[in-house]
């Protein structure tokens, strides 16, 4: 059974161990922004970014059979007006890709904040040309394609485009 938790401070080190760590096996670095080129964290580094969402809303783990699997997260664009939420996601090791998870914990992640948000009528996703797993996953979870930034994506030699989906609150 999938479900999304607020993360406990006693998850920090097995998160790590999962994303960063002895278990990790980092092909989510691949997909997730490579060409931000954001390095691997050290735990202590990680300690600190994690505790900070421990209460955090807008952060919670994914779990299978109360194992945890990965994360969402979602992000006010507009700072302080906050009207426009853009979301994630992250299944830590690519043994549980490719089982539909994602496209379930997305899903049930929207739903959860266009409940807790509202006031708010759109939430959005932002991906790359290079991950098409995420752009399926994102057409699974009820969201549509709203526009293509054509190559200013730019990875190992190559352009790829940045795209955005996003779903209104009376589409799901």
Request: hydrophobic share 40%.
């Amino acid at each position: 059974m999938l479900n999304l938790r607020q993360i406990q401070p006693s998850d920090i080190r097995v998160c790590y161990d999962l994303k960063y760590g002895k278990k990790a096996d980092l092909a989510w670095m691949a997909y997730n922004g490579p060409y931000f080129g954001d390095p691997i964290l050290s735990i202590d580094a990680f300690d600190s970014k994690t505790r900070s969402r421990v209460n955090d809303p807008h952060y919670k783990l994914i779990t299978v059979n109360a194992q945890i699997v990965g994360e969402v997260s979602a992000y006010w664009v507009d700072g302080d007006l906050k009207k426009w939420l853009e979301v994630g996601i992250l299944i830590y090791q690519k043994v549980n890709w490719g089982k539909g998870m994602s496209s379930l914990a997305l899903s049930q992640w929207l739903r959860e904040l266009f409940v807790s948000h509202p006031d708010i009528a759109h939430i959005g996703l932002a991906t790359w040309s290079g991950n098409p797993a995420m752009m399926r996953v994102g057409e699974k979870s009820g969201m549509t394609k709203e526009g293509t930034i054509r190559q200013v994506r730019y990875w190992q030699g190559s352009y790829y485009d940045s795209v955005k989906y996003g779903v209104l609150r009376h589409e799901l």
